[in-house]
């Protein structure tokens, strides 16, 4: 099945630096990469996805960006604000099954 | 997206008892699929809820221990039998809408267990 590796664990930014969290996954018929930021106590919610058909996506402070052929995405934060301190999960899937492989987890720290 | 409610938000169950989790959705929605978060953990799918049929469950989960019911296409139940306390975690539902290929998630239940 789908293996999907998440790094960092932790992260540690200033306010205003950027954050680059980086995702593998092994399944080459994965074609849906969502993230999910969830904060302590809360749902996860999604920020951004992005489909094997387009290699990167922007909405304002937050991309993401696609290598198929060397099966990785990351999402990239710029501007850090101390409230996008969360746990951050990429996750991945095929769409004609569309449950979820995640991975373990980024728990970024954004300090003032 | 779809507004999607959990009952109960929280539990504390005693070993050896059942739970039964309930997930309600505002609208009909495509798929429907159940997980568990661990503490401090990431999520990992039980199941798929299929609508009028039994559940697609994943490699470690199975019918007897995680009971799944889809009647239609707005509501799923997860129940959590035999309870021991390694079932301590927080059960999310997560729907697909009919419109949309993006996954939501419910609040979550949080579940304990003694």
């Known amino acids: 099945g789908e293996n999907v590796e998440q790094h960092p664990s932790t992260l540690s930014v200033q306010e205003g630096d950027s954050a680059v969290i980086k995702c593998t996954y092994s399944?080459?018929?994965?074609?849906?990469f969502p993230w999910y930021k969830q904060e302590l106590g809360k749902r996860p919610q999604l920020i951004i996805d992005?489909?094997?058909?387009?290699g990167e996506k922007k909405d304002q402070r937050i991309a993401v960006t696609l290598n198929k052929t060397a099966k990785h995405f990351s999402l990239h934060i710029t501007e850090t604000q101390p409230e996008d301190s969360a746990v951050y999960f990429c996750?991945?899937?095929?769409?004609?099954?569309?449950?979820?492989?995640f991975g373990k987890g980024t728990s970024l720290l954004v300090t003032p | 997206s779809a507004v999607i409610s959990q009952k109960p938000s929280r539990d504390i169950c005693q070993r050896g008892t059942s739970l039964t989790i309930q997930c309600q959705v505002d609208?009909?929605?495509?798929?429907m699929f159940w997980y568990r978060q661990q503490p401090g953990q990431s999520l990992t799918l039980i199941a798929t809820?299929?609508?009028?049929?039994?559940?697609?469950?994943e490699s470690g989960f199975v019918i007897d221990k995680f009971p799944i019911s889809r009647p239609n296409l707005t509501f799923s139940t997860l129940t959590v039998s035999n309870m021991s306390p390694e079932d301590s975690s927080i059960y999310l539902c997560?729907?697909?809408?009919?419109?949309?290929?993006?996954?939501?998630f419910g609040p979550g239940t949080r579940l304990l267990v003694l």
């Open positions: 997560s729907v697909v809408s009919n419109l949309r290929e993006t996954q939501y």
């Open positions: 399944d080459s018929a994965s074609n849906y």
């Open positions: 992005i489909r094997s058909n387009v």
């Open positions: 996750a991945a899937s095929t769409l004609s099954g569309y449950a979820l492989n």
């Open positions: 609208s009909q929605v495509t798929m």
């Open positions: 809820a299929n609508q009028g049929s039994e559940a697609t469950y």
